[in-house]
């Protein structure tokens, strides 16, 4: 397993970005994030008339001056935004380079919402939900984010649905739901997917692949074992089957994205072989994911 | 079910064996390197997909698995050999004896290929797994009973495995009584079948050509050896051109080919000189000849070469006047200090050995003719030694020869013509005298030591008027003929009936055939073409055994045409047992198997 560390130039490049929700969500602490509530921010809002009782110090006294009248200065509420990354650690996931990849794209998210002060939860799932992590606000948590993730093993089945649903049975703050995973479910993707978004947070797929995934590799007799339930199926992988397995992976991406793109879902894929930087700086930026 | 090769348990241990050891090794074979999926999801949807496997790829694992079985349970059958098992006879199923035919008229190939003998042992085995329960016998015109009664198919079938086409005999019938007899034939030699005989007919009509006959015959005139007649005989219903070849030894005397018309008859004399080998061979090919062995003939050729023959002695100018007109003999005439060992040590040649008056000290390696030996010749009087000293031989004064004698060496001798004034008896081990005096003194002896025989005549021209007697040319030419000119013979395959002299009968392979006197005479059976050797106290018969016959070699004929009660045995039938077909099948499949998985067609 390749240890977390983010050099600094890469880090400062994070520190410009931002994860971007399509929609405001209010937290409950203090940061940079606008929210839709007048509060106590430092962006000046609007005007409305004083009535007894407001305090004070909002009034606008120069526009009193003016109009002779005595207006209170409303400014917007800036709040944290809470960030829900779910990685997948199921033994789908368990090939080096492709959880490498999902642990720090995890770990490239959550140092920019850290900075941002958002809130952010990391959630491991597979076959239900694991042990969720909150990893407080501030740049000074990072390393204790890269520990979290660097505890993290795959195993286990991968169950969607189940795991979104026990997402779902506890009440949380709406918030951006980022599902880093591959997305090879027995029962599909689809039902798993509705039930996060039956939640109004905004959702985001970071659709994690391997060379192995989308190409079966060499020719001939090949016993194929699958990771997670060790069930064996017995191959001898023809060209023509080859070709009709490349063709059954691109649809499967294809509808994931499709699926997406219905159902409002930010979707991005994440090849392992690629740059990781340049997944995080170009992919995601392209997929208006961060800005 | 039974096995011929193996005990029950072992052969269906051997078989289980085999088809595990099979499925395990294809298993094995099958095991390819594990690769770790993420998932089998996207797998299992294309393999699932029927578009993307076709139902040869689905279910081409479980055909070689099940061809890779059948291999395996070929080759085990085809060690162990099962036959089928007869219900233990209870005593109201008929016994069944099964004869087969075994001239050779039954080595004719059909049209189908086959030859009349397989079709034979086809229908024997067609009989064999009918038989309703009882005990079985097979046997052959030719070796009578082969095998049984039995219950054991495996037995029967081993020896249909056995027997083979060897000319017949009528007294080689097989019986076994109370049996419902089974007759396959294809009718080409006429028998007379006991009443309740089914007779099977194995016959097809087939174009051949044979040569029916081979006989040398001495010549009328006198500058050559004798005469070849050859006769070959086209049993087609077209001409044919017929390759005929003619050779003694190594030398072709005659080839070229021969147009012979349908259902004709060539005959051709060819005049053989003097000298070269004495064994003629005829050879014949033609397009259209269905059987094989009649396709050649051998005959023997008496005084094919001048007898060559050394006379030792110190006055022998009365021998000379005999041979020097003989055409037949190559004499020539040495003293005795010119002779210097046997001949095989000297290196030459001799057919025979003269001494006259004189008799060298060891006995001699070839045929010899002695004319009064000197009685003190140590190893013609070694039966006599007495105290280390040889005992000098009685003589007889004026020894009168009255009695002519029964030996072929004798035969013709006038003895009253003879005048002998004295003969001396010799004691030599294995001299038997076939002349003798009346006062009991032999006057000629003879020897049967094989490969040296000996003819001594115990009184020479000194002492009687041998040379000039009437008498003299028939015992001379006796003797030589004895001595050393084998006599010819021609037969055809079967029982043969020889003079009772004949002791040992050879096959042209150099063994000996069983012979049987039968009062003065000698029976033995031949069963393959060739010069065959009789030898006995006769001289020396070459048999030239010829199978070419009309009988055997028109295979357009059969005495079963006639019949209305022969089953026809159909065309198609296997002589081979069925296991060399297993063997066959499961050679044939592992050829397949390989092939296609060569070729990604099968795993």
Known sequence: MTPLRFDDRFLKKLEYLHVVSKRAFAGHNRADRLTPTRGRGLEFADHRPYTPGDDFRHIDWNAYKRLNRLLLRLFDEERDLPIYLMLDVSRSMAEPAKFDMARQLAAALCYIGLVHLDKLTILPFGAGLGRETAAGRGRGRIFRVFEELERLEAGGDTDLRASFREFASRPRQAGLTVVISDFLDRDGFDAGLKILRTLEHDVFAVHVTSLNDRDPGALGEVRFVDAETGELREVEVTPRLAAAYVRAWEAHAEHLQHFCGRYDVGYVRADAERPFEEIVLKAFRQGRFVA | ?603
């Open chain 2, 1 to 603: 079910m039974t096995f011929a090769a193996l005990a029950g348990w072992q052969a269906w241990a051997l078989i289980a064996g085999a088809v595990t050891v099979a499925v395990a090794l294809f298993l094995i074979r099958l095991k390819p390197p594990r690769t770790v999926v993420p998932s089998l999801l996207l797998w299992r949807r294309v393999l699932d997909n029927p578009r993307e496997l076709t139902l040869w790829e689905r279910i081409r694992r479980a055909v070689s698995l099940v061809l890779t079985a059948l291999i395996a349970l070929l080759l085990a059958f085809a060690v162990a050999r099962p036959a089928r098992v007869a219900a233990p006879s209870d005593g109201s199923s008929p016994r069944m004896l099964i004869v087969i035919d075994s001239s050779w008229s039954m080595q004719a190939r059909t049209s189908s290929g086959e030859r009349r003998w397989d079709r034979a042992v086809a229908e024997a085995r067609r009989l064999l797994s009918s038989a309703p329960g009882g005990e079985v016998a097979v046997g052959t015109t030719a070796d009578g009973l082969v095998e049984g009664p039995t219950t054991d198919t495996a037995l029967l079938e081993g020896a249909l495995d056995g027997i083979v086409p060897a000319g017949s005999d009528a007294t080689a019938w097989p019986h076994l009584a109370g049996a419902v007899v089974h007759f396959i034939t294809d009718g080409a030699t006429p028998r007379i079948t006991a009443p309740g005989v089914v007779v099977h007919s194995v016959f097809e009509a087939a174009p051949n050509v044979a040569i029916t006959a081979l006989h040398v015959r001495p010549s009328l005139t006198g500058d050559r050896a004798a005469d070849a007649y050859l006769e070959i005989a086209n049993y087609a219903t077209v001409p044919q051109s017929v390759q005929v070849t003619l050779a003694r030894g190594a030398g072709v005397i005659f080839d070229r080919p021969l147009e012979v018309g349908p259902s004709g008859i060539l005959r051709q004399v060819v005049p053989l000189s003097r000298g070269g080998d004495a064994v003629l061979r005829a050879r014949i090919a033609a397009p259209a000849n269905a059987l094989d062995i009649d396709d050649e003939a051998v005959a023997w050729i008496e005084r094919a070469t001048p007898l060559s023959i050394t006379v030792i002695g110190g006055e022998t100018s009365w021998l000379r006047a005999a041979f020097e007109r003989d055409p037949e003999v190559r004499a020539r005439f040495i003293e005795p200090a010119a002779y210097a060992g046997p001949p095989t040590s000297r290196g030459t040649e001799e057919d025979l050995l003269i001494f006259d008056g004189w008799a060298p000290p060891e006995r001699p390696d070839r045929p010899a003719l002695l004319f009064a030996p000197p009685p003190s010749t140590e190893w013609l009087s070694e039966g006599t030694v007495d105290g280390g000293r040889p005992v000098v031989p009685q003589e007889e004064r004026r020894p009168r020869w009255d009695v002519p004698g029964a030996h072929r060496v004798v035969q013709g001798v006038d003895p009253f013509t003879l005048v002998i004034d004295r003969a001396r008896a010799y004691s030599a081990a294995g001299l038997v005298p076939v002349a003798q005096s009346l006062r009991g003194t032999p006057l000629v002896y003879v020897s049967e030591a094989p490969g040296a025989r000996l003819v001594l005549v115990t009184f020479g021209t000194h002492e009687s008027n041998l040379a000039g007697a009437p008498g003299f040319p028939v015992l001379l030419a006796n003797a030589l003929d004895w001595l050393a000119r084998p006599a010819g013979d021609n037969r055809t395959t079967g029982l043969v009936t020889l003079p009772g002299e004949v002791v040992t009968l050879k096959d042209p392979a150099g063994n000996p055939i069983p012979i049987v006197h039968v009062g003065n005479s000698t029976t033995g059976i031949l069963r393959v073409p060739g010069i065959h050797v009789a030898e006995g106290a006769g001289p020396r018969r070459m048999i030239a055994v010829n199978a070419g016959e009309p009988g055997v070699s028109n295979l357009t004929w059969s005495s079963l045409q006639a019949s209305e009660h022969a089953r026809t045995v159909p065309p198609g039938g296997s002589s081979r047992p069925w296991w060399i077909y297993c063997a066959l099948a499961a050679f044939a499949l592992a050829l397949v198997e390989w092939w296609t998985w060569q070729r990604r067609i099968t795993v």
